[in-house]
């Protein structure tokens, strides 16, 4: 990867990631102890996630190797990512938090609690690079990004051969969106396919369509202050919303919580947009047809949303807390790291290691390779919702409740117009921060 490339993955703490929802919430934080004080000698500790079922399976493996050579079970719970945070900060509130973490973003609501992971990220043996974790005003490193993502493309490969209409494979070589509009709606036309494009109701990837579009989108100033929103932004997002016009892309998915995940897997949906997260969910569920990762349209500007997937974190709960680091550690000890990498399908955070990913399916075997092509060709605006983020957590700050997927929503359903959109989306924000 080159020096550039380096730096635009430099992915950083508080941003929204932008993973598919889990089960549903099974159990309170905090666990077992056999000790009375200090660290204890627990047999039970709590680790909470936001994970589709191929994204959590290599936690459970991790857990299950851990009771078996630490004698420390490990109660996992999937949290719905939709509420996660709020449940977070609950959670922090009734001194009830879990003893690890794989957070969306950090919240200094509880950012006090946590114990200091230096250890574990500066480790020369675990080689995590060090582009990808910050740390706070007094030198310590509160969190580890669990792996690297990226918003992206996938097509429906059976209907485009189908309909005999090409498509890039190479991001050096990509297509706009118009191209590829015009491609989707061609290959719907032909196969009688139900639409063109389902799209993530989310503000992680409206950003990589903002961006992609030559847009700046919704930016924090360098003071860390205010949010503002670039005029080319409003142009963007009104293209959004009318290709939202129940043929191009259904509105349901933002205005009432339609699934986009579960309507492409239907067959009937020529294309969808989310992110790397899906390749390993897709090599294993989808079945019924061919399916590719394909390049991100650039419209002049290549570019994605990149961020970390989660942000792995370990709190002081007494009892517990030596248990816990005892849990990140594992984690990330290189050897169990690539399981639960390739496994998980993940991006890593550590260097030099050879992740063997299920090679039974070459369509996930190409995804992988595409989007570590993708990060590296994307614009440095790419990272800047991230940047975001952790320039305010780090100013103690917080957008609890990003407003961009509600506000949207109203402007697909016809209840504001884009610029009276944008307007809250800046007002809601700043009043997060103020």
Request: hydrophobic share 40%; with cysteine.
């Amino acid at each position: 990867m080159s020096q550039n490339s380096t730096s635009r993955r430099s992915v950083l703490l508080g941003s929204l990631a932008a993973v598919a929802a889990g089960g549903a919430l099974t159990a309170c934080g905090g666990g077992d102890s056999a000790s009375g004080s200090g660290g204890g000698d627990a047999k039970k500790i709590s680790f909470w996630l936001s994970a589709s079922d191929a994204q959590a399976k290599g936690y459970y493996d991790l857990a299950d190797e851990f009771k078996t050579k630490q004698g420390i079970t490990v109660e996992i719970v999937n949290v719905p990512y939709d509420g996660y945070q709020t449940k977070l900060r609950q959670a922090a509130q009734a001194d009830s938090l879990p003893d690890v973490a794989s957070a969306p973003s950090l919240d200094p609501i509880w950012t006090n609690k946590l114990q200091d992971l230096t250890s574990v990220a500066t480790s020369s043996t675990n080689k995590i690079d060090s582009k990808l974790y910050q740390k706070t005003d007094d030198g310590k490193i509160v969190t580890i990004p669990s792996d690297i993502t990226a918003a992206g493309l996938f097509i429906n490969a059976s209907l485009f051969q189908k309909a005999g209409v090409a498509y890039p494979t190479d991001p050096d070589k990509t297509w706009t969106w118009d191209e590829f509009l015009a491609a989707a709606t061609q290959v719907r036309t032909a196969t009688g396919a139900k639409y063109d494009l389902v799209y993530d109701a989310s503000p992680a990837r409206i950003r990589a369509f903002v961006y992609e579009h030559g847009a700046k989108g919704f930016q924090l100033n360098s003071k860390g202050t205010e949010y503002s929103v670039d005029d080319a932004t409003v142009e963007v997002l009104q293209k959004f919303v009318d290709i939202n016009n129940d043929v191009i892309m259904p509105k349901s998915v933002w205005t009432s919580g339609a699934d986009p995940n579960a309507l492409f897997k239907s067959g009937q949906v020529v294309a969808y947009f989310s992110g790397v997260w899906q390749v390993a969910d897709f090599a294993e569920s989808i079945t019924q047809f061919q399916w590719a990762a394909v390049p991100t349209p650039a419209q002049p500007t290549q570019a994605t949303d990149i961020n970390t997937g989660g942000k792995i974190v370990a709190f002081d709960n007494g009892d517990t807390k030596d248990a816990a680091m005892k849990f990140v550690e594992f984690l990330y000890d290189p050897t169990n790291y690539a399981k639960v990498a390739a496994t998980n399908g993940w991006l890593p955070v550590e260097t030099g290691l050879d992740i063997a990913y299920p090679g039974t399916n070459q369509a996930a075997l190409d995804g992988y390779a595409l989007y570590q092509k993708e990060i590296e060709l994307a614009d440095p605006i790419s990272t800047s919702g991230s940047d975001a983020g952790e320039k305010l957590t780090l100013a103690g700050k917080a957008i609890t409740t990003d407003p961009t997927k509600d506000e949207m929503g109203k402007a697909i359903n016809g209840q504001q117009t884009v610029q009276q959109t944008v307007d809250n989306i800046v007002k809601l924000l700043n009043e997060q921060i103020a």
